[in-house]
């Protein structure tokens, strides 16, 4: 019994490392082309050679006529999903805090009946009248910020998350005098660490690979975002392979150190999703 266990548990091992190689291999490939000498790319899969000319290319005029038009996709990423991430904690948070902790609070079951209604549809379908509403806006930094800074499972995430919280640590401040922004403040967001991290990244993370809506409001090469930018300047068997490898890797770098930095409270806020 006990050599059996030993064989499934290695059996165990071997498959676990074998799908984690396979999931990571594409992200290897995506770095090794970006460091190869340009007529080997697509060609090596360990390198033999080194070059830095695929980012070089990026930090000049880049194939798209103007120069550092990559590093102003890269500031265009950056300036808009770190705000949409950091709108869509506070309102999830004012409002998952409402909804569940304000106990004269009138129309709950209004709100949220009204974000289960909404969840039950796949966002592309607002596509268009969040544009035709947007459009105003078109090429601008609120344009791309504001439609997408409400996020309907932030707002889950925090109600669900509050009403786990005993409520008698609220009614002790609200009788000490506290109104419902110093309660906010120093009780309710310290206490959703995790939460809040898991939201802001999830939310940073899927703003800053979004596609659709970035290339119908800014269509100016100026305000474009790297992901568009990617998939607007490079065709999959162009002649530019290089630099796309290089951006693609430019891409996955902030959600890598964003990870990195805050993956003890990314666990957290997973284990409790899996309460």
């Given at each position: ?122 966002t592309i379908i607002l596509l268009v ?147």
């Amino acid at each position: 019994m006990k050599r059996k266990k030993t064989v499934r548990t290695a059996a165990a091992a071997v498959l676990t490392v074998i799908l984690l190689m396979i999931s990571l291999f594409p992200f290897y490939y995506m770095v090794v082309q970006s460091i190869l000498p340009w007529d080997r790319i697509d060609k090596e899969l360990i390198p033999t050679g080194f070059t830095l000319r695929s980012y070089e290319y990026l930090m000049g005029t880049g194939g798209a006529g103007k120069s550092y038009i990559w590093l102003r996709a890269l500031w265009n990423s950056l300036a808009v999903s770190l705000p949409t991430a950091v709108i869509s904690v506070v309102c999830g948070l004012l409002i998952g805090y409402a909804v569940t902790k304000l106990s004269r609070f009138n129309g709950k079951k209004f709100i949220m009946d009204s974000l289960l209604f909404q969840m039950f549809f796949p966002t592309i379908i607002l596509l268009v009248p969040k544009f035709m509403i947007s459009k105003g806006m078109s090429n601008s930094y609120p344009g791309m910020i504001l439609p997408l800074s409400v996020s309907t499972w932030a707002i889950f995430m925090y109600i669900n998350y509050f009403r786990t919280l005993p409520d008698a640590v609220f009614e002790a401040a609200k009788i000490d005098g506290a109104g419902p922004l110093v309660i906010i403040r120093k009780i309710a967001f310290p206490t959703t660490k995790s939460i809040t991290t898991i939201v802001f990244l999830s939310i940073f993370m899927g703003r800053w690979s979004e596609l659709m809506w970035d290339m119908l409001i800014s269509p100016k090469v100026e305000m474009q975002t790297l992901n568009v930018l990617i998939s607007t300047q490079f065709k999959p068997m162009g002649n530019y392979p290089g630099p796309m490898y290089a951006a693609s890797v430019i891409l996955t770098l902030p959600i890598i150190v964003l990870f990195l930095c805050f993956s003890k409270y990314f666990k957290e806020g997973i284990s409790f999703m899996l309460k």
